[in-house]
């Protein structure tokens, strides 16, 4: 039965969809079957994957509103062990015509039940807000991977994100755990950079993964050409944090032994 990770912030721009992409990417080239849920109306992870929107005929919309059985609207990527549920605009207005859906909060969740035990991880990339759609990622999930930006308002939102993370907990999910805080977009020529690192362990301690992933021309390329950075480019700094995340995670999950110092590459 597949673990289902959501990630999640409310807060734009702070690498969210990248890591969605590219956590589920390096998963399936470790050769662990996974599907990437795209739950964002913008569709990047679609897109990020190497669909045109325009040749996308169904979607999570159809799934959540109209009923449609997941297995009908999973695509197969060019990355192997890698499917996809895709994402279209339509998404925007699935939480108004939800409105009236009874249990509507456990929606994807149902959608999911149905594919859950073929897939070994199943990665949803939530809505940037606290809305319906990214409630109901949290209540298909059994953990939450939050990115958070090195910038001087990345705390900012995160008590938020951590408040609506524990309401769904008392009230629709409660075996929902965080998997971990994720430090994203690190420059370590940045005193600043540094500093947000430091608090935000000082913090959450054990909450925050050992690997960060650092500021990469390639990283930021990648989605441009509908490809994760693995196979655009595997030996940039970009790929090679993903993988690493990758393990970190199979690791939290007691799914690979690792030594520490193959944790992070520096």
Known sequence: MARIIGVANQKGGVGKTTTAINLAASLGVLEFKTLLVDADPQANSTTGVGFDLHNVTSSLYDCMVNQVAAKDVILKTEIPNLDLIPSHIDLVGAEIEMIHFPNRETVVKQILASIRDEYDFIIIDASPSLGLITVNTLTASDSVIVPVQCEFFALE?????LNTIKIVQ??????????GILMTMYDGRLRLCN???????????????????????????APSFGKPVILFDAHSKGSINYMNLAKEVLQKNNLTKMKQEERILE
Not at 157 to 161: E, I, N, Q, S
Not at 205 to 220: P, Q
């Open 157 to 161: 939102g995160l008590g938020k994100l």
């Open 195 to 221: 500093q947000v690192v430091s608090e935000v362990r000082r913090h959450f301690d054990e909450m925050v993964f050992n690997t960060i992933i650092h500021r990469n021309t390639r990283l930021s390329e």
């Open 170 to 179: 008392n009230r629709l999910n409660k075996n929902l755990q965080i998997e």
